[in-house]
């Protein structure tokens, strides 16, 4: 994974096998890229690197960071649910996400047509680091698979782990244990899931 910030619009995040090779999605989307690059440092934002991708921060926050997949390039805002949004413009990255966090563009030329909206975004989310602002967190209750219930009252050592693990890692498990149309599918699941759980990670965590 790359840690240089020029390496990302040179070669790729460094995630995958595609890295610099003419197949990575960074290169195939690198006028995009680059001009969003441009609208967030003339704004005034920090420029780093964090999990791969190009991060812009502003007052020790992180506000937007970019990226690119096979079909598009985007710009994701953190703490999105601040951002006044009255034409509907962000979207959610995937179904399970609660708010709408992220711009997607298909063509390089909707960066430019964009550029006032993205600036607002901006503009809202550096107010809003300058004065401390944070969104309400509100956690979802979470409801757990009758089999994974099963699983933590037989398995104290389980349970107590679960119990242990953020809101976050708990909720990977359940969306995936959730995801299996039959029991027997969940219980198998659980079984590979033990270890993972009494280290502490999520599902994802390798």
Request: glycine share 6%.
């Amino acid at each position: 994974m790359i840690t240089e910030v020029e390496e990302y619009f040179q070669n790729g995040c460094g995630r995958c096998e595609r890295f610099a090779t003419a197949d990575c999605s960074t290169r195939r989307w690198q006028p995009g890229l680059a001009a969003l690059r441009q609208i967030c440092l003339e704004c005034g934002l920090t420029e780093t690197v964090k999990w791969g991708h190009p991060c812009y921060q502003h007052a020790g926050r992180n506000i937007a960071l970019m990226g690119a997949l096979r079909d598009d390039f985007r710009i994701s805002f953190f703490d999105a649910v601040l951002l006044n949004d009255p034409q509907g413009i962000l979207e959610k990255p995937g179904p399970n996400t609660q708010h709408a966090c992220l711009i997607r563009f298909t063509e390089i030329a909707q960066v430019q047509q964009m550029q006032p909206q993205i600036c607002s975004f901006l503009s809202q989310a550096m107010s809003h680091a300058e004065a401390g602002i944070r969104p309400v967190r509100k956690s979802a209750e979470l409801v757990l698979p009758a089999e994974l219930t099963d699983a933590l009252l037989a398995d104290p050592m389980l349970a107590a782990a679960f119990e242990a693990l953020t809101p976050g890692r708990q909720r990977s498990y359940v969306i995936n244990l959730s995801s299996a149309k039959k029991s027997e599918t969940r219980i198998a699941r659980i079984s590979r899931f033990r270890k993972g759980i009494l280290a502490g990670k999520g599902l994802n965590e390798r």
